[in-house]
């Protein structure tokens, strides 16, 4: 079993930053792919970005390209989310997820979930 903490969501003015935080226990996450989903209310939850296991190969939806990048530690067992340029689209309860299956985009790839964390972006 895998356990995910995010961290680091809050309430930023729209252009701000933030950098978002998962952290794993129960295993190590070197050979899982980590991913961020989002959720705004009434929305389904949609795909942000994933990352392979070491971290070479990530994907990024067309909303977060230029402007969100994910990356991880594997000492520290961790993956991020840095966002930049938010704006108040962006507003969403943000997951993490993990899975030992190959880069997908969907929530159902992915067994292992976060609580999330929520992100609001002010106008």
């Known amino acids: 079993q895998v356990q995910l903490v995010e961290s680091g969501g809050g309430l930023v003015q729209a252009g701000g930053s933030l950098r978002l935080s998962c952290v794993a226990s129960?295993?190590?996450?070197?050979?899982?792919?980590v991913a961020w989903f989002r959720q705004a209310p009434g929305k389904e939850r949609e795909f942000v970005a994933n990352?392979?296991?070491?971290?070479?190969?990530?994907n990024y939806a067309d909303s977060a390209k230029g402007r969100f990048t994910i990356s991880r530690d594997n000492r520290k067992n961790t993956a991020y989310l840095e966002m930049n340029g938010l704006e108040p689209e962006d507003t969403a309860v943000y997951y993490c997820?993990?899975?030992?299956?190959?880069?997908?985009?969907?929530?159902?790839?992915?067994?292992?979930w976060g609580q999330g964390t929520q992100v609001t972006v002010s106008s």
């Open positions: 997820a993990a899975d030992r299956a190959v880069q997908r985009r969907i929530p159902t790839a992915y067994a292992y």
């Open positions: 129960g295993r190590t996450l070197t050979s899982y792919t």
């Open positions: 990352s392979n296991w070491i971290g070479g190969s990530t």
